[in-house]
């Protein structure tokens, strides 16, 4: 079912993401179309109308919202606003949905904010904002593990260093990396432009006095370069941070040369990600490796002392809920200390979306349900989560760990409560601004080459930021 939507209303872009809750399809238009749906425009107008009253009736009785500052404001009146249309859009369709009028990436963040207000944010979850209880207790679950691990601390960073390279590309990517081989000769001037960035960072962070806890190399697949190059900018980073986690991510990209590398430069945590247990299913979607290839590069990985992430992808084609269990069921004997499971999400530019493949949205709850049941009674406990847009059944991406063995750059970056010095295309730097609740970044280029080219520019802007 389609929806057209006019943009004369209040917050367009909450409109627009509250909409696609409910409706395959959503267009925002500036012409007065005449839409297959037209949801009673008037009651919709009418909606909005109590918008600020909402507001004031929400919160009258447990805070004054006069002591919120200007930015404050405009966030609970565009959470009021989608509360209002989810309201109206549930009674037209009847349709229900786990997650209820959130729409946002990070819950754990908005529980945690809401409770700042004065409010209970369980009760706020429930009752206004129409989550469903077990999404609540999975909330309640990733805080209690998360216990004073999220915090913010002054005078410190995360580095992070983005390698855009993979061996294949995915179908269900839409992450701004490129298929080694066709990027070729790129790949050496890359290394070159990621070094003068990593070094004039870090001696910049020296300089601050700003403390480096943990770093993070991400991607692509940061194995897809070689030992020789993997070496190279890791020799630069000489700091010794609580956590040194490495996505090696597809197993054809693993061998001993460089699992030695990282051992050499103190990497304490790797993923190794199969997204399914299943060969067909790997084929169908495009990675190059094997089932066995998983199994031996983890057991090369544990020889070397590495902690282990595996992720896994709910909804991906011709994986059905037995074979997904399968998958769960594999990552688990294997005994990995982290889980990830992902729900698919149909992002523009992956071959998936261009393909409109789409999944049975029932199935897909079904196999996170599951893949949960499963992981809390193998001893787990969810540990971070992040949603995205156009994920399959409005659901989400949870971190699962092994007690003790959270990933401590996951949670600050989900949690948004440490700054990110971040090299590389595609990274972005954020500047947390606690006392005034915002976050200010800096983007490097998307691409490759734009990145080469004007490596410095980036440095110096990325300084300028944290000055």
């Not at 819950?107 to 129409?130: H, R, Y």
């Amino acid at each position: 079912m389609s929806l057209n939507l006019f943009t004369n209303f209040i917050y367009p872009t909450e409109v627009h993401d509250v909409a696609k809750l409910f409706f395959n399809d959503v267009v925002l238009t500036e012409e007065q179309q005449q839409a297959d749906v037209c949801l009673l425009e008037s009651q919709l107008g009418n909606e909005f109308c109590f918008v600020a009253n909402y507001l004031q009736q929400q919160h009258s009785e447990s805070v004054n919202v006069e002591q919120f500052d200007y930015l404050h404001k405009i966030r609970l009146r565009k959470r009021h606003a989608k509360i209002c249309l989810f309201n109206l859009l549930q009674k037209v369709t009847g349709k229900v949905v786990p997650w209820g009028s959130l729409t946002g990436i990070r819950p754990t963040k908005l529980a945690v904010q809401i409770q700042s207000e004065g409010l209970d944010w369980k009760q706020t979850f429930s009752q206004v904002l129409g989550v469903s209880q077990p999404k609540v207790q999975l909330v309640e679950d990733i805080l209690a593990t998360q216990g004073n691990l999220r915090q913010h601390m002054p005078n410190s960073a995360n580095l992070y260093v983005g390698i855009p390279f993979c061996v294949s590309r995915c179908s269900y990517c839409s992450f701004t990396s490129g298929e080694l081989e066709r990027l070729k000769k790129y790949v050496e001037p890359y290394v070159d432009a990621l070094c003068l960035d990593v070094s004039q960072t870090l001696q910049f962070a020296k300089q601050q006095r700003i403390e480096i806890r943990n770093v993070y190399f991400g991607g692509g697949t940061p194995t897809s370069l070689t030992a020789e190059q993997l070496d190279r900018v890791m020799s630069l980073i000489d700091v010794n941070p609580i956590e040194y986690t490495v996505e090696a991510g597809r197993p054809d990209t693993i061998d001993e040369a460089k699992l030695q590398v990282l051992k050499k430069h103190g990497v304490h945590r790797i993923s190794i990600n199969p997204q399914t247990f299943n060969q067909s299913v790997l084929d169908e979607i495009g990675r190059k490796h094997t089932v066995q290839d998983i199994y031996d590069k983890y057991s090369i990985a544990k020889k070397y002392g590495f902690v282990v992430n595996m992720d896994l992808i709910a909804g991906l084609p011709t994986e059905t809920y037995q074979m997904f269990c399968h998958s769960v069921d594999c990552a688990i004997a294997l005994g990995a200390e982290n889980i990830t499971v992902h729900t698919l999400a149909l992002k523009h530019g992956t071959l998936l979306k261009h393909q409109n493949y789409y999944a049975d949205e029932q199935s897909v709850a079904q196999m996170v349900d599951y893949s949960h049941k499963a992981l809390y009674k193998a001893g787990y406990v969810p540990y971070y989560m992040y949603r995205q847009k156009y994920v399959m059944d409005n659901l989400e991406n949870v971190g699962f760990c092994k007690p003790q063995y959270p990933c401590l750059y996951n949670i600050d970056i989900m949690e948004e409560v440490a700054n990110i010095l971040a090299c590389g295309t595609n990274a972005i730097s954020k500047k947390v601004i606690v006392g005034e609740n915002r976050i200010e970044r800096q983007a490097n280029a998307k691409d490759v080459i734009t990145y080469i080219q004007r490596t410095q520019d980036f440095v110096e802007k990325k300084i300028q930021l944290f000055r």
